[in-house]
Each structure stands twice: as C-alpha cells, then as structure tokens.
C-alpha cells in the first residue's frame, strides 16, 4: 500500500474514532441521570411499590428528575443499601443515631399525619393484660433497624427487666401477621402501620404500651446530590397536595395502606426529630 494511501487510512479512522467519541459523549449528555430513592419497607414489598411508584412518577414528571425506586426484601435490607451510599434520596426515621448523622444526609420534608406511637400490643383477645406477662414469651418485631416500632418498645421492655424472645416479620405487616396468626403472643408496632394493617385486615388489637408522641418519617437526600436536583425533588414532593393530578395520586395511594386520604408532605430541616435524637442518648447500648 502506498504510504499517502495509508496515511489517508490512518486519519480517517481517527476522524471515524473521533466522531464516534463526541457521538458517545452527547448520548450519555443527554440522557438525565436516574436517582434513586429508597422508602422504609413499613409493608410488604408488594404494598410498599404500589404506595410509592404513582408518587415516585409523580414527582419525577414535576421535578424533571428521574427516580427508580429502591427497595430489599427486609426493612434492614433496605437501610443497608442508604449505609452503602447506594442510593440518593429516601424516606425513613433510621439515620438520627450520632454514628449516622455524621453521613451527611439532609431532611427536607415529611410526611404529613397524626403522631406515631412506638407500641406494643396483643390480639383484643389476648389473656396477656399487662406488660410483665410477655416475661420468656415471643414478641414480634418489623426488624432491627425498625425505631418507633423495635427501639422504642425494647427498650421499654428492657427498663421493666422484662426479658422476651424477639422474633423479626421483615416488615410491620409480616410482625402482625405472626402475631393474629398465633404464632407469637405479641408485637411491637408503629400506632400507625397497626391501625392500617387493622383496618385493611379487619382485625382488632389491644394496647399494652405506648410511647409519647412522634412525627412521622422524614424525606432525605444524600449530601452527594446536586443542588439544584435535591431543590426540585424537595418542592414536587411538598407541593403535589396543591396539584390537582398530585392530589388524587396521594389520596388513592393512602387508601391501599390504610392512611387518611389527607396524608401529604410538608417541608422541614429536621428539628421536629429530637426527640429520636434524644432516644439515642440514653437507649441502651445494644439499641443504638
């Protein structure tokens, strides 16, 4: 071949090179990058992706940010996929420990309801009256990373020296499914994700012990997400109530988990959490 031929070859393979590059590189311009966003499994995964997904797509198409919704088979699961940095945006009540909050990740709003109550409760026909009754009996718990519905009523059970054998559902409809099924005499519950559970399941309960009054979770971002990005999500998800199509998404959504068809998200910087901060400080050791 001659050499101005192979020259001739040589710099258009580079142009082609080039031009396949900068092809390349407006594609992946062009295409947004999809955030994830990872709720507290507080049902099944079946009723916790039909909850969120019409409220996910919601804010993703007023936001014009893309979310995927990001949730493992158990509510530990699910914390550990935000612990690994695996995800961007989240609702849950499981990073106000000290050793957490040094992560970064900012509160901008919350779920607007009643108060929750950690409790503990037993089916309306239990013998078990009161709490000294559970003594060496199994209670049922959501999971380990589960705060008003372990932490609190563990620890409350620990303060009284009232040893039980824990047993964890996954989720707080797996916990209450064990108990109204027999197999262990009693819960601990979010008052919240009980009421629902007893509504939609037709199932009455009796309460042993209630904590004082919470907020619900919070709506957080990670520290890694832009600006402008954390802005948008923050505002579709706190102004979907006053939007007509947002309205109707949010009321359908909380009649499938037994929530008051008024259930919104309001904005907040995290102050209405001390009291979960202040839990930590004087938990016992094995709950923080």
Request: hydrophobic share 40%; glycine share 8%; charged share 20%.
């Amino acid at each position: 071949m001659p050499l101005l031929s192979l020259l001739r070859g040589c710099v258009l393979s580079a142009l082609s090179l080039q031009a396949l590059g900068q092809a390349q590189a407006q594609t992946q311009a062009s295409t947004p990058t999809v955030y994830r966003f990872s709720p507290v499994n507080q049902y099944g995964v079946s009723l916790t992706a039909a909850y969120w997904n019409p409220i996910i797509a919601f804010v993703s198409e007023k936001s014009g940010v893309p979310l995927q919704l990001k949730i493992g088979r158990t509510s530990a699961d699910t914390t550990a996929y935000v612990l690994a940095q695996e995800v961007e945006f989240i609702f849950s009540n499981h990073l106000f420990s000290p050793d957490r909050e040094q992560l970064g990740w900012k509160v901008f709003g919350r779920r607007q309801t009643p108060p929750v109550h950690g409790q503990i409760i037993v089916p309306d026909d239990s013998p078990i009256k009161e709490l000294g009754q559970l003594e060496g009996k199994e209670v049922a718990f959501p999971g380990p990373e589960a705060l008003v519905a372990y932490k609190f009523p563990a620890a409350q059970l620990m303060a009284r020296k009232i040893e039980v054998k824990v047993v964890f559902g996954g989720n707080m409809d797996g916990a209450l499914g064990q108990m109204f099924s027999g197999k262990v005499s009693a819960v601990g519950a979010n008052s919240q994700l009980a009421e629902g559970y007893a509504r939609r399941e037709g199932r009455k309960y009796r309460v042993l012990w209630s904590s004082p009054p919470l907020h619900d979770l919070a709506l957080m971002a990670s520290s890694k997400v832009p600006d402008k990005v954390h802005k948008a999500v923050a505002q579709a998800f706190i102004a979907m109530h006053q939007d007509r199509k947002g309205r109707d998404v949010l009321q359908l959504a909380s009649e499938q988990v037994g929530l008051s068809v008024d259930a919104h998200f309001i904005a907040s910087d995290g102050g209405e959490y001390a009291t979960y901060r202040d839990f930590y400080r004087s938990a016992p050791v094995s709950l923080r």
